[in-house]
């Protein structure tokens, strides 16, 4: 460790972090009615007469906010003429995906009605509602897919209450009810295991819980109140997650699901009931729009660990951060990529787009401007059960440099053995991806084989392997250093205890030099057999000995082993052992394998620069 400290001495900055529990939410609503407050008119979810009224008026001058508008009429336009949801469930486990559709068509088309007053489309949306109240069940026993059901119909029953006839009503409140809240209070009593999750499934169900509940409140308040105190004492435990400082252990992905659902259960309770119960105290959860800012690269595409894929989209739930916790800065940003999405000068087309798309007009929020350095640092370390450090070279520029790097807890939920992973941007080119995850079907993929797939290893990361093992799935091992000035960034990890019986010490440190050259520094002291130094690519390699060079759509990036000096780089496949596994077509590893030993103290040392630049 001495050598490893002087090697990057100068860029150290050890960080100690804060925790705190929070356990606030679970005791007003026990000890009170929660439905003291309610609104009793509808809407009263999420997108009240008055924020209708300041939409439409802020509409009429804020051109990107009108052409979120269009956006939304012409995909509820083409929803029309498209098949509405049916009871489906092709993996034999998951109705999730007509869920979802529910509240993809539902959810558009009533914004589209509410903002144009064309029955149409009130009409197109009621379909969809009464098919899915229709179903036999909403599938209780995957109950994501009881939970994103509810919020659809509980969306569409509140935004379309005035044009629904009384029957209409009555048909979808009891579908609410009898395959929603009833389904879910049997969950809660039961104390299912997602009731006391630290992870997505806890804020999902507890959401769609919640906003069925408040919809149907004046009409069924006992049931409403059961389900609303159920809810509230469940949903710290799914909060947990956000402390200390906002990261999401699952990754940006799930970041998105599941902050998405706490979005909107704060803002169906703020609505309904003016209150969230204190939900909004949250540790970290004022902070966790940085770390949605920071985890996506100048490519546009997710720094990805766990199961997390790449590609990423808009997540309307930033609007509502930056006005509950005032961030401004939350709301430009997002606004960017808005920009981006709905560009103007453009012929407006029907997009498949995220299924609460059309809370991007309901949470709108123009404030804010571009940010100082100060405001938005160039590099960031957040701490949670997986730590994260992001470095960068610029802001708004595509062609950046972008590593993200990780340390990590191997038992999160939906974690892979990848503790000091690194991804990487340059010139507009993902150059080292993760694969991401692989099929949930697959037989024990959340059980006892899940550590026998190629994709959930550390194998097919960007982390050492040694002597062709694993790493440790007890491990836990956070971000020891890090430092940051406008020359330079580093990280270090302590990857010790994921290559536990491997080796006696394991370090990893990466920095980025000058802003333009990422170095990569590992040190292990007592291994035994080999150590195979791995970076997953979709780039064409070019072997020279020390140096390899990396081509992807007429960009380069040039890899050097600095030590040991007698190393190579060398391709290996990334196809998986089983034919069941994705194939991983399209991308290999640029590796280096280097012999170990029990009294040996080793570093493997390699930098990587955009272009053919020399060091």
Same mark, same amino acid.
């Given at each position: ?215 149907? /409140? $004046?009409?069924? %308040? *006992? ?5 609303? #105190? ?5 949903? &710290? ?101 808005? /920009? $981006?999405?709905? %560009? *103007? ?5 029907? #997009? ?5 798309? &059309? ?257």
């Amino acid at each position: 460790m001495d050598g490893f400290r002087a090697a990057f001495a100068p860029w150290l900055w050890c960080l100690i972090a804060t925790s705190g529990l929070f356990n606030a939410a679970t005791t007003s609503a026990e000890q009170e009615d929660p439905l003291a407050s309610l609104r009793t008119e509808h809407p009263r979810l999420l997108f009240t007469r008055t924020d209708q009224q300041r939409i439409e008026q802020l509409a009429r001058h804020n051109k990107l906010l009108a052409r979120l508008i269009r956006q939304n009429t012409v995909n509820a336009e083409r929803m029309l003429n498209q098949p509405p949801v049916r009871y489906e469930i092709p993996d034999g486990k998951r109705l999730l995906g007509q869920s979802r559709k529910c509240i993809q068509r539902v959810a558009a088309m009533a914004m589209a009605y509410r903002l144009t007053g064309e029955r149409r489309f009130a009409e197109g949306a009621l379909k969809d509602m009464q098919i899915a109240a229709g179903f036999k069940d909403w599938n209780p026993r995957h109950f994501l897919d009881t939970a994103e059901m509810t919020t659809a119909l509980a969306l569409g029953y509140d935004w379309l209450f005035d044009v629904l006839t009384a029957e209409q009503r009555e048909l979808i409140r009891r579908a609410i009810i009898d395959l929603g809240l009833n389904p879910g209070l049997k969950v809660y009593a039961g104390g299912r295991w997602w009731t006391r999750g630290e992870n997505n499934w806890n804020q999902v169900c507890n959401g769609g819980m919640i906003l069925g509940a408040l919809a149907i /409140a $004046e009409d069924e %308040p *006992e049931l409403a109140r059961r389900v609303i #105190r159920a809810a509230l004492k469940s949903v &710290p435990a799914g909060l947990s997650v956000y402390k200390p400082s906002g990261a999401y252990p699952e990754g940006p992905g799930y970041w998105q699901y599941g902050t998405s659902y706490t979005a909107l259960t704060i803002s169906a309770l703020l609505t309904a009931l003016g209150r969230d119960f204190q939900i909004s105290k949250t540790p970290g959860l004022d902070k966790t729009g940085l770390f949605r800012i920071h985890t996506i690269g100048p490519t546009g595409l997710y720094f990805n660990y766990a199961d997390c894929g790449m590609n990423s989209r808009p997540a309307a739930a930033m609007f509502l951060l930056s006005q509950v916790f005032d961030q401004p800065l939350y709301a430009w940003w997002h606004r960017q990529r808005l /920009a $981006e999405l709905v %560009p *103007e000068g453009t012929t407006m087309r029907a #997009r498949s787009l995220d299924r609460f798309f &059309p809370l991007e007009i309901a949470w709108y929020d123009p404030r804010g401007q571009r940010p100082t350095s100060a405001e938005l640092p160039l590099d960031a370390l957040f701490r949670s059960r997986q730590d994260v450090v992001t470095m960068r070279s610029a802001w708004g520029n595509p062609n950046a440099v972008y590593i993200g790097f990780k340390g990590g807890d191997n038992r999160t939920n939906h974690g892979h053995l990848d503790v000091g992973s690194f991804i990487l941007d340059a010139e507009g080119v993902r150059w080292a991806l993760d694969l991401g995850s692989d099929d949930y079907n697959m037989p024990g993929y959340f059980g006892r084989q899940r550590w026998t797939y190629y994709r959930l290893i550390n194998h097919s990361h960007n982390t050492p392997v040694i002597n062709d093992q694993i790493q440790n799935p007890a491990a836990r091992c956070p971000v020891s250093a890090f430092r940051s000035t406008p020359q330079r960034a580093s990280a270090i990890v302590d990857m010790t205890d994921a290559y536990k019986g491997q080796a006696r010490s394991v370090w990893r440190g990466i920095e980025l030099v000058e802003r333009r050259v990422v170095q990569i520094r590992d040190e292990i002291e007592g291994a035994t057999g080999n150590v195979r130094w791995g970076m997953v690519t979709p780039a064409e390699i070019k072997l020279d000995g020390r140096k390899a060079t990396l081509t992807l759509r007429g960009k380069t990036l040039t890899a050097y082993i600095l030590e040991p000096a007698d190393a190579r780089f060398e391709v290996v496949s990334t196809k998986p052992p089983t034919a069941r596994e994705k194939s991983n077509a399209g991308t290999r590893m640029l590796a280096i394998t280097v012999a170990a030993g029990p009294s040996r103290r080793m570093v493997i040392r390699v930098a990587l620069t955009p272009g053919n630049r020399l060091l």
